[in-house]
């Protein structure tokens, strides 16, 4: 996409109805963003905040606002409990007291906004539709592919599969371009790139930030900051430590590293996110947490995870896998 001829404006305009619709329904203001601009044919997401009844005022807003631009919006017909990174747990109806949220699509066509609603729902339903819901996502025909290898059909241990895509993409990496940098707070991308120097998903995240810098500078320069100098200490999407200081890579996959650090902002998030989880990891993480907001540096091999305050070992943890935890850094 040539940025350069859009009108400054336009974007400028855009890009606050887009963050007018993210606060009224808590969604990607950046995916409806890049939607309206053709850089994907529709956008779907169901973490829209709990339906209640301000939720029907909220929608005929959005709805309002969408038409502004140019674009339809569409919403499901009931409310999902939605658990885990491939989403959806349970469909309730409207009326159901416990909280769900409600699948919502945008696109330049209506067509494509009901279609995205409803392929949303059946790719959490069975792994044969994750393709076509990637398609009409606009994600690179070799992340499809690598979405079709996450679905692990064939029941790999090795594989995590989409209990874990970030991990799996990182076994595929030997390098991490900062535009694709998914274990920062940052991100540009709504899905995981075969490998992190992905020529399709950089082109896409480039533009993503092309757009920003028009239509917010000091916002584009926060994002690509915290993309470039944030490593990560990284369990899983809602479970890790973000970190600054000096960063040593000592294996091509990221299995082993270690990191002098001055600051540690943590996120342990299985116990909301998950409805099922192992106690002794969670017991295990609250400790780790504790013992890297005392110490000042990490090291981490293919077997265990340890944290000092200068030379003094304050907790050593045995991996159960070579992969999990990882500490990462964009590298490019």
């Not at 336009?10 to 053709?38: C, H, P, Q, W």
């Not at 330049?108 to 044969?128: C, F, G, N, P, R």
């Not at 679905?151 to 895509?165: L, S």
Request: net charge negative; hydrophobic share 35%; with cysteine.
């Amino acid at each position: 996409m040539m940025i350069s001829n859009i009108d400054p404006e336009e974007i400028r305009d855009i890009y606050g109805k887009t963050n007018e619709i993210a606060r009224l329904i808590n969604i990607s203001g950046t995916e409806v963003m890049a939607a309206r601009f053709g850089l994907k044919p529709a956008m779907a997401e169901a973490n829209t905040g709990v339906y209640d009844d301000l939720s029907s005022a909220k929608f005929d807003e959005v709805a309002r606002i969408c038409r502004e631009m140019g674009m339809s919006f569409a919403t499901s017909k009931y409310k999902y409990v939605i658990n885990s990174p491939k989403g959806i747990f349970e469909e309730i109806s409207l009326e159901d007291e416990r909280d769900g949220s409600v699948i919502v699509g945008i696109s330049t066509d209506i067509q494509m906004a009901i279609s995205a609603v409803a392929h949303y729902h059946l790719k959490t339903k069975h792994t044969k539709y994750g393709r076509s819901f990637g398609e009409l996502m606009g994600y690179p025909a070799c992340c499809l592919d690598f979405g079709d290898y996450l679905a692990n059909n064939n029941n790999n241990p090795e594989n995590f599969g989409f209990k874990n895509p970030a991990i799996e993409t990182l076994k595929q990496s030997k390098d991490i371009a900062w535009q694709l940098n998914v274990f920062s707070t940052e991100s540009f991308l709504s899905h995981f790139p075969c490998n992190y120097t992905c020529e399709r998903s950089l082109s896409y995240a480039n533009d993503i930030i092309g757009l920003l810098s028009v239509a917010n500078p000091s916002r584009a320069d926060e994002i690509k900051k915290s993309l470039k100098e944030q490593a990560s200490i990284y369990w899983t999407c809602v479970d890790k430590a973000v970190l600054y200081g000096d960063f040593e890579r000592n294996d091509e996959y990221f299995r082993a590293g270690e990191m002098r650090y001055s600051q540690a902002s943590w996120s342990i998030g299985s116990e909301n996110f998950y409805q099922n989880n192992d106690p002794d990891f969670l017991n295990e993480l609250n400790f780790i947490k504790k013992a890297m907001i005392e110490g000042n540096r990490i090291s981490l091999t293919m077997n265990d995870l340890t944290i000092f305050h200068d030379n003094d070992e304050l907790l050593r943890s045995v991996k159960k896998n070579a992969f999990l935890p990882v500490l990462v850094k964009a590298t490019i």
